[in-house]
């Protein structure tokens, strides 16, 4: 019975000190903010510095939105490489990595249309309602169909804009992209076009 007792007790600490080792393991895995903002920044670098254009026009790098400001109206999305993990793995944040580039300058001097082809340019609005993130618009455009669009908070508030002939005027603007479901903590972002101003 003792020599029982003596490996059930020897095997319980071995258990524990296994226990303990990968949770010390789990815990250094990570990196601390400092250096996981060095070496986001260190990526985003590397990119400016093979992009004469950006490099020689550089205006602001923002770290905690992964995007680079440059020129008067341009500004370049990173975003972190996505790679399927096993469920409960835990390490290092991904590499960040060129998402998307977007300059408004550059569509008004080519002379091209502010809205995009896949919106409706002028309507009546029939509904607004106020999300958690942008207003909601309902509108119909000439044939009846109807077309559901974001919009500015400012503009649900506006009655006035209701059921009658209007004109939309486009912006692309940095979202929580889809991908977050909903995650407060996601930093993933993407552009979407949104109503900021009606005519």
């Given at each position: 019975?003792?020599?029982?007792?003596?490996?059930?007790?020897?095997?319980?600490?071995?258990?524990?000190?296994?226990?303990?080792?990968?949770?010390?393991?789990?815990?250094?895995?990570?990196?601390?903010?400092?250096?996981?903002?060095?070496?986001?920044?260190?990526?985003?670098?590397?990119?400016?510095?093979?992009?004469?254009?950006?490099?020689?026009?550089?205006?602001?790098?923002?770290?905690?939105?992964?995007?680079?400001?440059?020129?008067?109206?341009?500004?370049?999305?990173?975003?972190?490489?996505?790679?399927?993990?096993?469920?409960?793995?835990?390490?290092?944040?991904?590499?960040?990595?060129?998402?998307?580039?977007?300059?408004?300058?550059?569509?008004?001097?080519?002379?091209?249309?502010?809205?995009?082809?896949?919106?409706?340019?002028?309507?009546?609005?029939?509904?607004?309602?106020?999300?958690?993130?942008?207003?909601?618009?309902?509108?119909?455009?000439?044939?009846?169909?109807?077309?559901?669009?974001?919009?500015?908070?400012?503009?649900?508030?506006?009655?006035?804009?209701?059921?009658?002939p209007s004109e939309f005027v486009y912006e692309r603007i940095s979202v929580m992209a889809?991908?977050?479901?909903?995650?407060?903590?996601?930093?993933?972002?993407?552009?979407?076009?949104?109503?900021?101003?009606?005519?």
């Amino acid at each position: 019975m003792k020599n029982l007792k003596k490996s059930f007790s020897t095997n319980r600490n071995r258990l524990l000190c296994f226990v303990l080792y990968l949770l010390t393991g789990i815990s250094h895995a990570a990196l601390p903010p400092d250096f996981q903002n060095e070496k986001d920044l260190a990526d985003i670098l590397t990119y400016i510095k093979s992009n004469h254009e950006v490099l020689s026009d550089l205006r602001v790098i923002d770290l905690a939105e992964l995007t680079v400001y440059y020129g008067e109206s341009c500004r370049i999305q990173f975003a972190r490489k996505v790679v399927k993990r096993e469920a409960g793995w835990v390490g290092p944040a991904e590499p960040v990595e060129f998402k998307a580039k977007d300059c408004m300058d550059d569509q008004e001097a080519s002379g091209e249309k502010l809205v995009p082809e896949d919106k409706i340019a002028h309507g009546v609005i029939v509904s607004v309602e106020a999300g958690d993130a942008a207003c909601f618009l309902q509108i119909k455009d000439d044939t009846g169909k109807m077309h559901d669009e974001l919009a500015s908070f400012d503009l649900c508030e506006d009655k006035t804009l209701l059921n009658k002939p209007s004109e939309f005027v486009y912006e692309r603007i940095s979202v929580m992209a889809a991908s977050c479901d909903g995650d407060t903590e996601c930093s993933d972002t993407e552009f979407v076009w949104f109503i900021a101003d009606i005519r």
